[in-house]
């Protein structure tokens, strides 16, 4: 199951400037985008409103690293334990986000690269 991370902040009042919340979440990449989309396929697995989103990705990593190796975990519907192997394909965000996580200028660039 190849899973994709999505890195986002929002907002705790009306302002949008005071009580941000960074979150992090999870989908399966393998699904189809019409159903990726759909809340019931997208996992929240971090949310902090004093952590920046570098500041938990240590943590996350670490979870990341053990499903990439192999979690035995128990399935209900088949009454059986089953190995789980995760492995990260991408992690996404919304542009000034993602400009922070890769560490460019973002929309003040002309050019949105590592290099910029």
Do not use: Y
């Amino acid at each position: 199951v190849p899973v994709n991370l999505f890195i986002d902040d929002t907002s705790g009042n009306r302002s949008k400037k005071w009580n941000k919340f960074n979150s992090w979440s999870l989908t399966p990449a393998a699904l189809l985008l019409t159903e990726r989309n759909k809340r019931e396929n997208t996992h929240l697995i971090a949310v902090h409103n004093k952590l920046t989103a570098l500041e938990m990705l240590p943590f996350i990593v670490e979870d990341l690293c053990e499903l990439e190796k192999g979690v035995v975990m128990f399935d209900a519907a088949s009454n059986q334990d089953v190995l789980v192997v995760a492995p990260l394909c991408f992690i996404s965000a919304d542009n000034p986000r993602h400009a922070e996580l890769v560490c460019s200028k973002g929309l003040a660039s002309t050019f949105p690269c590592c290099k910029c």
